[in-house]
């Protein structure tokens, strides 16, 4: 297992926003989590990318623990200083691209890997041009943020998290920004990622992806996980009346 | 007295208002920062202590500051500091305008999106990484049209420093005006504060020319 949530609660004030959680990714698998806005898909996320602290539960990557509960049932974490390497292990990308406008594409790539990484400059751009080749867009080096299409930004952001090698990428709706157009183009990057055995999780609203390319699905409601299984299973077959319902949604 | 003697003894007044400027800046830039991150600490008392700076110091007049600085440790401790002229004006002249600046520095700081905070975390910068490399930068090219105001106001308020009897240009101007009965000091004067700031507006335009390469 690559990373192991479990029973994860996540309260903000007195709204419960995950209750009692549950999942994990094996290497080389790709996980969409699907279910409406409010459900607790993007807090899950960001839980897992220690944008957020969970308040009760488990984490795990590869086998280490990075947070779990004491004895008064209070979420503790690692030292802050061993939190580095743990967050080395996940990259995640935004809905919102959150590209550094100020840096041009090439920068975006590889000052992480330079200055936090402290990878060699010469390596981090050898790995940062490889990467913008497979995303298509080597020739946008050294344009800035601003100069690019809404797509052509998601996939310098999707590059700028895979330039730090991470063990598994989180997608926070990465292509809700996008309008039809463009989100073709981001979402064949990702099938083409999950072809080379990248391990993903996918917070998605694209149903049909999610269904082609994930292992598996989990469909999220009011916090808990609802449905979770085979995408042909949860997809055609599903088994509860909320999956059914809100499944229904998408096919008018 | 000629023209260019009027012209010469005031040309050296515009050295020292020169000198008053730019060491307020020197002085006044870096602190207003330091207070801006004082201003965000997580402690209330250090919190308390900076609100309240900034309200003193933006509520009254430049020119009773400047007077405080200069009068206070008589009158207050019943010290005569033999030369404190020159340092207090400058003290009073940076402590005011880093409150200022601390302002337009925190308004530009709590206008970067969280976004940009939340992609660095992620991608591992330390804090002090993520401000230097990533916030700080955005925030003076959006911070810069605001600095430049202030900065235009400072050359102006520097003449605030006859107050004190400092001969720069300003003083001297209306010595030389009174002694010779004289409207030419004026307008020498005012020419002077005006190539001044035309200066200032050509460098700073400059500045931000420099930082037009992205959005």
């Known amino acids: 297992m690559i990373i192991e949530m479990k029973n994860i609660r996540k309260q903000f004030g007195a709204l419960e926003v995950l209750k009692d959680i549950s999942f994990g990714v094996d290497s080389g698998e790709v996980v969409s989590i699907i279910g409406p806005s409010g459900s607790g898909k ?43 390497k743990f967050r080395s292990y996940c990259g995640l990308v935004f809905q919102q691209f959150n590209l550094f406008p100020h840096y041009s594409v090439l920068k975006n790539l590889t000052d992480a890997p330079v200055e936090v990484q402290h990878r060699s400059r010469e390596e981090a751009e050898a790995t940062a041009m490889e990467l913008l080749r497979k995303m298509g867009i080597a020739d946008k080096a050294s344009a800035y943020p601003y100069q690019l299409s809404g797509g052509q930004q998601q996939r310098v952001a ?7 090698k991470p063990e598994i990428l989180f997608f926070d709706e990465p292509t809700s920004a996008l309008d039809p157009e463009l989100t073709g183009e981001v979402l064949k990057v990702i099938r083409q990622l999950a072809e080379e055995k990248m391990t993903m999780v996918v917070v998605t609203h694209e149903m049909s992806f999610a269904k082609a390319v994930s292992n598996r699905v989990i469909f999220m409601d009011g916090g808990v996980i609802v449905e979770h299984g085979d995408p042909s299973a949860v997809f055609d077959d ?11 949604v998408f096919e008018r | 007295m000629t023209f260019s003697t009027m012209l010469s003894t005031m040309a050296a007044g ?18 207003g920062m330091i207070i801006a991150l004082l201003r965000k600490s997580k402690n209330p008392i250090v919190r308390g202590i900076i609100h309240v700076y900034i309200s003193v110091l933006r509520g009254t007049p430049l020119m009773l500051q400047l007077l405080v600085w200069y009068f206070g440790p008589y009158y207050l401790f019943g010290w005569s500091i033999r030369g404190w002229r020159f340092p207090s004006l400058i003290l009073g002249f940076i402590l005011n305008y880093a409150a200022y600046f601390a302002e337009i520095y925190r308004g530009g700081i709590e206008s970067m999106p969280v976004g940009q905070y939340e992609a660095a975390e992620v991608l591992g910068y330390t804090k002090a990484q993520t401000f230097l490399r990533i916030i700080l930068p955005q925030v003076i ?18 003449s605030l420093a006859f107050t004190l009897a400092y001969q720069e240009v300003f003083s001297l101007a209306k010595q030389i005006s009174a002694s010779q009965t004289s409207f030419m000091p004026f307008v020498i004067a005012g020419v002077f504060y005006f190539v001044a700031n035309y200066g200032v507006q050509f460098l700073m335009e400059r500045i931000e020319k420099t930082m037009d390469y992205y959005r």
């Open chain 1, 42 to 84: 993007s807090t899950l996320l960001r839980c897992a990318t220690f944008l957020e602290t969970i308040d009760g539960g488990e984490i795990t990557y590869i086998g280490e623990t990075v947070a779990h509960t004491d004895g008064s049932g209070k979420a503790v974490y690692v030292p802050h200083k061993e939190m580095r």
């Open chain 1, 158 to 164: 999707i590059a700028r998290a895979l330039a730090m």
């Open chain 1, 238 to 248: 599903p088994k509860e009346e909320r999956t059914k319902q809100f499944l229904r």
């Open chain 2, 14 to 31: 515009m050295l020292r208002t020169g000198g008053i400027f730019v060491l307020t800046l020197l002085g006044s830039l870096p602190l």
């Open chain 2, 141 to 158: 090219k959006r911070i810069m049209p605001s600095v430049t105001n202030e900065v235009i106001t400072l050359v102006k308020d520097t």
